[in-house]
């Protein structure tokens, strides 16, 4: 089946510095990717749909000079969570359609500011 | 707007236990609906799915039922095993809006031997 790689599986970063994160769809080409958080007891929220080759599109309260994505190739999209804080600390995981196969996800990142 | 209601958790059961994780959902248009699993270091599985009213989608002993009179889509499975131990999320998909996914909160599942 399709499979896509996320890593790093958890980071911790200092407070001010800046954090990427990797989606890469190993047998198959992903146009677009979805890029997802979760808070703590809280649903997973859609906060941006990145397409390859064009800017991401963000969803509304997103900060897109924060979280800058860039997909600029079929296999490969990028989360950089830029000057994190503390209240950046989430879960992230991405997304993408496989057309056989339907939407495959990643194995998300936990990602901790402190 | 859409949204998903889960039970929360953490659920524990014994093996062979009966499991139910309830699921409700709100939706502005006629979703497909999802039941999706994360095992311990892994990505999002899909479980099963509904595609339409009254559909029944069942995978490795679990079943979930899309109901529209109640907007509901529970998770049940009849005997859980020690390898049934995950998180599992209801997730709702509208092609009015896109496709985008709407999840609920997860709900952690312990079967204990």
């Known amino acids: 089946g399709a499979v896509v790689s996320q890593h790093p599986s958890w980071v911790i970063c200092k407070s001010g510095t800046s954090v990427k994160i990797e989606c890469r769809s190993l047998d198959f080409q992903a146009t677009t990717m979805f890029w997802y958080r979760q808070f703590p007891k809280q649903s997973l929220m859609l906060m941006a749909t990145s397409n390859e080759g064009s800017k991401a599109t963000y969803e509304q309260g997103v900060e897109k000079d924060k979280f800058l994505i860039n997909h600029a190739s079929l296999t490969l999209s990028t989360l950089t969570v830029t000057s994190a804080h503390p209240e950046d600390s989430s879960f992230y995981i991405c997304?993408?359609?496989?057309?056989?196969?339907?939407?495959?996800f990643g194995s998300g990142t936990r990602l901790t500011v402190v | 707007g859409n949204s998903v209601t889960q039970m929360e958790g953490p659920v524990t059961l014994s093996e062979e236990a009966f499991l139910t994780i309830n699921c409700t959902y709100t939706?502005?248009?006629?979703?497909?609906l999802f039941w999706y699993v994360q095992y311990p270091g892994e990505g999002l599985q899909l479980l099963l799915k509904a595609t339409k009213a009254d559909d029944k989608g069942s995978n490795k002993g679990f079943e979930a039922t899309y109901r529209k009179e109640t907007t509901s889509f529970h998770l049940e499975k009849g005997s859980v095993q020690v390898s049934d131990s995950a998180v599992y999320f209801c997730a709702l998909s509208d092609k009015d809006t896109g496709n985008q996914f709407y999840f609920g909160t997860g709900t952690s599942l312990t079967v204990i031997p």
């Open positions: 939706a502005t248009g006629y979703p497909s």
């Open positions: 997304s993408a359609r496989a057309d056989v196969y339907g939407y495959t």
